[in-house]
């Protein structure tokens, strides 16, 4: 029945589905584009994992199980396309052209953002849930009074649907025909909270209670991830207002590093999965059809190792900010407390060279 | 290894001192409060040491493992091995060459750990969560074991030793599972901790229960009557109803439809809600139900009841029975509440039974229990077929009530809760 309702261009196998609204327009060159794309994000995940357990970052948040999610809407963005992430999408801050080293700076402590978020059109992560669902509606209200050719698109996840801000976007994306798309990646699972606990209906038939259409996608499928959102963009570039994609999909590891989803999630669910994995059934698909050779795959993993030690090397160099910046952009200009709080943390010698 | 965190316990090394190990190979597990997660090694090489053993409580920022970093040709003793350190919250204690320039230019020294209090004797023993669990699982209590972490804290390595050690020969350090299930009034001290003999006195609601259940069972005759009751219409009907807003937060459960059907019986059957006068030699028919429902609360068995129950609809009904049974769980029934029951439900099926026999409150002729409701085959034309089934028991008063009418009311009592709906609307 779950089969029924995804879009799938890709089965688990590796086979190729035919899907009648969302033809395949990807080539092989391209298709093997986002297979090193998946395997370079899970390879810098797994680094960063490391280097939390080896207490370099403050926290991590894996996203293995939803590389296929990521890179399939990462991909799917045009240049000039806006987009809001949460404090997962890795993937997509790849995609966008952001390195792996600025992703850790927020997760290193030593950055409240990472990037400038107007160079690659990308939002710094949102801790809070949910709230760059309006940020995004509001940014594609502009886009939309510029009379601008660009799509924005914001990620959330499951748990975030159940947030006020979100569906607050909804309706006034909904109302203003927003040039938005709500790309939810349902991993199962809010920290500890399973989503069929939070909804009654899929998460995808929510968007017709706004007035906008809402669709579910086999959130481990990068080639149908990368269609559907393709389509929903072009939707949103051409006035056609906002669409709510659920890519459906699971997080195979913890929340972050501080939780052990071995305690309220059975390992026979995660098995399960495991036959589902985003990279592997590409993986099969250009094997089994010749579409690249052994050397080829040899040579993407060697590429991902190599940038995991060249993201270790740059995390491992990363110092910390002056103390004193704490008190910089609190407002935007001069205020007497700020500048009286910054003048004390000299005078106890906490302060930097200012 | 996780936010917030200030200590961590070694569950298993994976690596040996002499081993060599690669960047990000795994050296140990270990556990907080949060999680158990695995360790990977901050450098390639040479295990040189391992500073504790599996169940030490190692604080953050305390040494864990020393690396001879590998490519480094000069002794061991003259190059300084580098320490990999557990971190908590944030990388401000990790002790990477980046951050020792900062702590050395001015960071505030760690302040003292307090100093746990000597006296009084904390209630519980000092463990971790994880360790808490395990004891509990494994049915033992920490009371029984001495712990050789900081400040006698138990770690896991006390708990596997107490576990692999000679307990059959101390008994007192076994632990009993202790019920919550209270006994004549209160609760029990477990096997092993209370005394070999011990004397309740009977007093309060339980002199009351040992007072009802002898005058009853010693003046009226019981006998019984039962019935298994396809009930699967009714428990869709219940699924239904707990989803209607206007329900709010009122219980409508099995409890409260067979409290309506028990009350319609009785419109049909007056007899059923009636008393035996011994002193007049009189039978009292009463032709206003006062609901009792046996209730076991931790004083003891009460038996309070709704007034006027017959002239109660469902959402009426559910919410006298919500307030009925909340104000009985805290030990606030009054007097009125507890007496003047005329007819009974004991709802015996949460317990886990299919039926029961029970004694009459005394001055009263007919109690029904209600048995589990469980998914059953059952019989449909030819075909076996899953249904949810209830067994519905009506003891009663032998001397009033026949055979004949106590089975035309289990009858019917079973035909109300097979099918409510047409009995709800038209009654």
Not at chain 1, 285 to 299: E, S
Request: aromatic share 6%; charged share 20%; net charge negative.
């Amino acid at each position: 029945m779950l089969e029924e309702q995804l879009v799938q261009l890709l089965s688990p196998e590796g086979e190729r589905v035919t899907h009648a609204q969302y033809p395949t327009t990807l080539n092989t060159d391209e298709i093997i584009a986002l297979y090193r794309d998946m395997v370079i994000v899970r390879r810098l995940c797994n680094e960063s994992t490391s280097l939390q357990r080896q207490g370099q970052l403050a926290l991590w948040a894996p996203l293995q199980g939803q590389e296929a999610a990521q890179i399939g809407a990462g991909r799917a963005l045009r240049t000039r396309d806006f987009s809001f992430p949460s404090y997962r999408e890795h993937g997509v801050a790849w995609c966008r052209g952001i390195s792996p080293a600025e992703i850790l700076r927020l997760f290193r402590q030593v950055s409240h953002g990472g990037w400038d978020p107007q160079k690659y059109r990308h939002s710094v992560p949102t801790i809070v849930i949910g709230n760059q669902a309006l940020n995004a509606v509001g940014y594609a209200m502009g886009v939309q009074r510029d009379g601008a050719d660009e799509a924005t698109m914001v990620f959330f996840g499951d748990g975030a649907t159940s947030q006020g801000d979100v569906n607050e976007a909804f309706v006034w994306a909904a109302a203003f025909n927003a040039p938005v798309v709500f790309f939810v990646q349902n991993n199962q699972w809010a920290i500890s909270e399973p989503t069929v606990r939070q909804s009654r209906i899929p998460l995808y038939r929510r968007a017709e209670g706004f007035g906008f259409p809402g669709i579910r996608v086999d959130g481990n499928d990068v080639l149908a991830v990368y269609e559907v959102a393709s389509a929903a963009l072009q939707l949103a570039r051409e006035g056609g207002g906002p669409t709510l994609i659920e890519a459906y999909t699971y997080r195979m590891g913890a929340h972050t590093t501080s939780d052990d989803p071995t305690r309220y999630r059975f390992d026979a669910d995660v098995e399960a999965w495991k036959h589902r994995d985003p990279i592997e059934r590409v993986k099969a698909y250009l094997v089994r059809t010749q579409h690249i050779t052994a050397a080829a795959l040899t040579a993407i993993n060697e590429e991902a190792d190599v940038l995991a030690m060249e993201l270790r090397e740059a995390v491992l160099a990363m110092d910390g900010p002056d103390p004193l910046s704490i008190f910089d952009h609190v407002y935007a200009d001069q205020h007497p407390l700020i500048d009286a709080g910054r003048q004390e943390m000299i005078d106890l010698g906490l302060g930097g060279v200012r | 290894m996780g936010e917030g965190l200030t200590e961590a316990e070694i569950v298993v090394w994976k690596v040996a001192v002499g081993d060599v190990v690669t960047l990000n190979q795994a050296l140990v597990d270990i556990e907080t409060a949060k999680a158990t997660v695995e360790l990977p090694s901050p450098y390639a090489g040479e295990i040189l040491t391992l500073h504790g053993e599996p169940g030490d409580i190692v604080e953050v920022g305390q040494p864990l493992v020393t690396v001879r970093v590998a490519g480094d040709s000069a002794p061991a003793s003259e190059v300084p091995a580098r320490t990999a350190v557990l971190v908590g919250y944030g990388v401000e204690t990790e002790a990477g060459p980046a951050r020792r320039q900062h702590r050395r230019s001015g960071a505030p020294a760690p302040l003292p750990l307090p100093t746990p209090p000597t006296s009084p004797p904390r209630h519980s023993p000092r463990s971790t969560p994880p360790i808490r669990l395990a004891a509990k699982q494994n049915g033992v209590s920490l009371d029984a074991m001495t712990g050789t972490g900081p400040n006698g804290l138990i770690t896991r390595h006390d708990l596997e030793a107490f576990l692999a050690g000679p307990r059959l020969t101390t008994p007192a350090a076994i632990a009993t599972p202790v019920t919550d299930l209270p006994f004549a009034g209160q609760q029990l001290a477990s096997w092993h901790e209370g005394p070999r003999e011990e004397r309740i006195p009977v007093r309060g609601v339980t002199r009351s229960m040992v007072e009802a259940m002898v005058t009853s069972a010693f003046t009226a005759p019981h006998a019984a009557a039962w019935l298994r009751v396809d009930v699967t219409k009714m428990v869709e009907l219940i699924a239904a109803l707990r989803s209607r807003p206007a329900l709010g937060s009122l219980r409508v459960t099995a409890l409260t439809v067979a409290a309506l059907a028990v009350c319609d019986a009785a419109r049909h059957y007056p007899g059923l809600n009636s008393s035996f006068d011994e002193a007049s030699n009189e039978i009292i028919v009463r032709r206003s139900v006062a609901l009792g429902i046996a209730a076991a609360t931790p004083r003891g068995l009460v038996v309070p009841s709704v007034k006027r129950a017959d002239e109660l609809d469902l959402i009426s009904m559910a919410r006298a029975l919500t307030e009925l049974i909340d104000v009985t769980r805290e030990g606030r029934a009054t007097v009125a509440d507890l007496t003047g029951t005329t007819i009974t439900i004991t709802n015996v099926g949460p317990f886990g039974v299919d039926g029961a026999m029970p004694i009459l409150p005394p001055g009263t002729t007919a109690i029904f229990a209600m048995g589990q409701i469980v998914k059953s085959p059952w019989v449909d034309g030819d075909q076996v077929v899953v249904r949810d089934v209830m067994e519905l028991t009506l003891s009663f008063d032998h001397r009033v009530i026949d055979g004949a009418l106590a089975s035309r009311a289990v009858a019917h009592v079973g035909a109300f809760l097979h099918d409510p709906a047409p009995a709800l609307l038209v009654g």
